[in-house]
């Protein structure tokens, strides 16, 4: 972040606006409605200022800028349209540290303002650090459209009954109480407009959750985080990391999806990394355990589709045993959402009738699977964790049948924008990828169906250079 979002208490303090054209009355306007008391300098007034002025409303002096005019002010815009007169006053405030903003000339700034979505006392306030102003508003615009504008009676509703919940939920269930009310039926009746409704509802609630003062129940939702691309999550996945205490999660998650957990989330990072089990198995498996006895609510994230390589089976037996509550969350799994983004189709009328999923982890230097039945023409072959063993897997492939001239690819961080596609076929595979230096995590694709990505492949994206979109190399 480069800049340090807050929302400043200006009310009945002195701001001050230099200019007065429309754009310094538009930010007049934006001072008022936050009860801050106005004085604007400027030889010459727009009509509404003059009538603001008139008004007693706002003080007007009408003047060109000069350094006493900061006087007390506690906040500056500068909007006239003389550039050297903006550099001076932000100058003088920033010696004064007083903070400045100046109309579309971030270099001149201490602080910029956002777009606002405004459902009083909620406000969302959107910035691009100054990069992308209309993006910042195309953001507002599409964010208006699905914050009912009763929201702000839903926030006034819930602070009228604060201090009472304060006082009678212990704090541990206190945000897990707000948010069944917040989610659930009592928010409709509010956003309904049934307010008698709503506090009865909500007052029997506080009375039920109020006597009950055992240890708060813990549960574990084992996510599917998808490849790697945050679009590719589902809303059930997103919904429950933004509910989540505690995220636990493994290399195979990339950022930008872990981002998206609730801000004051624990996370715990448990690793496994080939051959550098960062956490053993046993220990995740303890850990989950703990952390929802304690009364978390516990998302494990996981790459790709929990039950597809993901041990995820393993992870919840444990938390059966335990009689600990549990959800699964299915992910786009590596096979269906790299694929897609390489511009590969699994399955073609014409190429491949089947397909399957199989790990090219190898055992003792050899590979871990019996490949009979799976080398087989008309099949489309997904290789998960087969970096390593790329060389042996391809001869193998080969031994059991295959053609050496069968189309093989190996895609590199799939959806992401570091992926890398390198296409050849059993025979050359091998040499290319090394060739290419591809970096985990990597999914590899044989068959007849990889040559349809010279005409299908969509996502190009140019990766950098040992660049990586993932948290640390991963299980190849
Ligand atoms: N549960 C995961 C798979 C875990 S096994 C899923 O459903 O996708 C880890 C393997 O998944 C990696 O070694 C790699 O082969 C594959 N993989 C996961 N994400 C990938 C990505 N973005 N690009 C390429 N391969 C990926």
Not at 230 to 238: I, S
Not at 239 to 248: K, T
Not at 300 to 305: A, E, N, Q, V
Not at 344 to 357: E, G, K, M, N, W
Request: hydrophobic fraction near 45%; charge should be neutral; aromatic fraction near 6%.
């Amino acid at each position: 972040m480069d800049f340090f979002p807050v929302f400043f208490d200006i009310k009945n303090k002195p701001c001050l606006v230099v200019g007065g054209g429309e754009v310094a009355t538009r930010k007049v306007g934006m001072l008022m409605q936050s009860g801050s008391r106005v004085t604007v300098v400027a030889p010459a007034l727009s009509d509404t200022l003059k009538a603001l002025a008139d008004a007693g409303k706002i003080t007007c002096v009408a003047e060109t800028f000069r350094p006493e005019h900061l006087g007390e002010a506690i906040l500056v815009i500068a909007a006239t349209d003389d550039r050297a007169v903006n550099v001076r006053i932000s100058e003088n405030a920033k010696k004064l540290r007083i903070p400045v903003n100046v109309v579309d000339d971030p270099e001149l700034c201490s602080f910029i303002m956002p777009s606002v979505i405004d459902r009083s006392p909620l406000v969302i306030a959107i910035s691009s650090g100054g990069t992308s102003p209309v993006l910042a508003r195309v953001m507002r615009a599409k964010l208006e459209t699905f914050i009912p504008a009763a929201y702000g009676r839903l926030a006034q509703f819930a602070a009228s009954f604060r201090d009472q919940v304060k006082q009678r939920i212990q704090p541990a269930k206190r945000r897990i109480f707000w948010e069944k009310i917040l989610q659930g039926p009592v928010a409709e009746m509010v956003l309904a407009g049934h307010d008698k409704a709503a506090k009865d509802a909500l007052e029997q609630a506080l009375a039920s959750d109020a006597s009950d003062t055992g240890t708060p129940r813990g549960e574990v939702y084992l996510v599917g985080g998808g490849p790697g691309n945050p679009d590719l999550l589902t809303f059930r996945a997103l919904r429950l990391m933004q509910q989540a205490d505690v995220v636990v999660y493994d290399n195979l998650v990339s950022p930008a999806v872990l981002e998206l957990a609730r801000r004051d989330a624990e996370r715990i990072y448990v690793g496994k990394e080939r051959a550098r089990h960062t956490m053993r198995q046993e220990n995740i498996n303890e850990l989950l355990v703990r952390l929802a006895q304690e009364g978390k609510r516990v998302v494990r994230l996981k790459g790709g589709d929990p039950f597809v390589f993901g041990r995820g089976g393993e992870e919840i037996e444990t938390l059966a045993a335990h009689g600990i509550p549990f959800q699964v969350v299915p992910g786009i799994t590596a096979a269906t959402g790299v694929s897609s983004y390489a511009g590969i189709p699994l399955t073609h009328r014409d190429y491949a009738q089947s397909c399957v999923f199989v790990t090219g982890h190898l055992k003792d230097g050899s590979v871990n699977i019996d490949l009979t039945g799976i080398a087989k023409s008309n099949q489309t072959i997904v290789i998960y964790m087969g970096l390593m063993g790329l060389p042996t897997l391809c001869k193998e492939l080969v031994a059991h049948g295959l053609a050496v001239t069968t189309p093989a690819a190996i895609v590199q961080q799939g959806t992401t924008y570091q992926q890398k596609v390198v296409t050849g076929t059993l025979a050359t595979l091998p040499e290319l990828a090394a060739n290419a230096k591809m970096k985990p995590p990597t999914l590899i694709i044989v068959g007849e169906v990889v040559k349809l990505q010279d005409k299908l492949a969509w996502f190009k994206p140019e990766p950098i250079e040992g660049g990586s979109d993932f948290v640390q190399t991963s299980s190849d």
